[in-house]
Every structure is written in C-alpha cells, then in structure tokens.
C-alpha cells in the first residue's frame, strides 16, 4: 500500500458509543495530522505529531482522544460525541521539510446520532 | 487574526474559460501559501504554492498571484477543463520547519468547469 489510509470509511455511533479512526501513511514521514472538515466551514487543524509526540492541540474537546504509537499510525479515539461531531476527519502526514507538503488520506465520514 | 478569507463559494466556468479564485489574511506571520485540489470522496492534494518573494508562480494551466501589500493571493486556472471540477482550499501558514503542515485554510471553492 502507498499514501496515507483511513479506516473505517464511514461511521455512524451513538452519543454514548466509543470508536476509534486509525490512520497509516507509508511515505517515511515524520509529522502525521487530524483535520477535521464539516460542511461550509473551513478544514479545522486539531491535532500535531512531531516523531510521535503531540506538539499541537488546537483546543479540541477532551471527548476526541488522539494517539500516536509510532511514526506510521495516528489514532482519533471517539467517546460520548455530540451530533455537531459529524464531519469528515481527515488525516495527513508530512516530512518535515522547507515545503512541508501535507499528503491527505480520504477521511472517515463520521455520523453521530 | 488567523483567518483565510477565500471567494467565491462557488464558480461555474465554461470549457476553456479561465478560473479565479481569491483569498485574503490578515496574519503577517504566515510566509506560505499552498492551494490545494479537493475531488469527491478524496482527501485534498496540494496543486500548487507560493512565498512572499515571488509575486506569481507558475505550473501548466495554474497560477498563483501573490500581493504582499494587500495580503492577498488570487489562483488562476487557465483554459479550465470539466476535469478541473473540484473544490480548491488556499491556505496559510507561519514560516518554520514544524509548522508547515499546521495550516489555516479558507472555506473552499467550489468550481465546476462546464463542457
């Protein structure tokens, strides 16, 4: 596999459900990102992963738990989300680099009900 | 402060036509602007980018217009083509190594290029 994968595709939970969105990129890259995009807003930064360790959170609720085990996979821990969750995530990776290209999986389109 | 303005929401262009899509910011900070190129059901890939030392860039069909002055940065799609059809983002973002990929994008553009 090449770029950047995210599982599931599609989600629908409950409030009270708890899920997870992995991510993987096998591009060797060293920064991996959560974006999230709802309809007619821009995309929204929400968290940072410099060589695993988190350097950004853009003041996301604490019901969005993000984990990063190693340079490859990034995780979006779900639990007890509101309906204004549902949005598409997406998550990126980059080298880190001058240009700092972001290299964007096809999102998870997450419903909650 | 950290907004991108971007316009307009939507654009329809005929075949061959040529495409403008504007932003603006106010940070004084952000020292890099990418576009990048959203189609249905896929993630956003970057088509084209600029620094404030260069007034225009150029690949192929695409151009990005830089005024520092004015803080404002324009993308030009010439000869815009059906396949084209997509929603285009500019974005900003601070000069340094770690920040590049923390962008603060504009609300997207939606262009449809008719045949």
């Known amino acids: 596999e090449t770029g950047v994968t995210q599982t599931p595709r599609h989600l629908v939970m409950g409030m009270t459900n708890k899920k997870s969105l992995k991510c993987e990129q096998h591009?060797?890259?060293?920064?991996m990102y959560w974006y999230k995009q709802s309809a007619k807003k821009p995309l929204e930064l929400m968290f940072v992963y410099n060589f695993k360790e988190q350097t950004e959170n853009n003041s996301v609720p604490s019901r969005f738990s993000p984990e990063c085990p190693n340079s490859s996979h990034l995780f979006l821990h779900l639990h007890t989300l509101q309906p204004e969750d549902s949005a598409l995530y997406l998550c990126?990776?980059?080298?880190?680099?001058?240009?700092?290209?972001?290299?964007f999986g096809e999102g998870s389109r997450l419903t909650v009900l | 402060q950290q907004q991108v303005k971007q316009s307009p929401q939507s654009l329809i262009v005929q075949k061959g036509g040529i495409s403008i899509i504007n932003c603006a910011y106010e940070n004084t900070a952000f020292d890099y602007f990418p576009w990048y190129q959203q189609f249905p059901g896929k993630g956003p890939a970057l088509l084209i980018a600029?620094?404030?030392?260069?007034s225009e860039k150029k690949e192929g069909r695409f151009t990005i217009s830089f005024n520092k002055s004015a803080k404002q940065f324009s993308l030009h799609i010439m000869d815009s083509q059906p396949g084209d059809s997509a929603t285009y983002f500019c974005?900003?973002?601070?000069?340094?190594?770690?920040?590049?990929?923390?962008?603060?994008f504009g609300q997207g553009t939606i262009l449809t290029v008719h045949p």
């Open positions: 591009l060797g890259h060293n920064a």
């Open positions: 600029i620094r404030p030392d260069v």
């Open positions: 974005a900003a973002t601070p000069a340094g190594g770690t920040s590049y990929g923390k962008l603060t």
């Open positions: 990126a990776s980059s080298p880190l680099t001058v240009t700092g290209e972001l290299f």
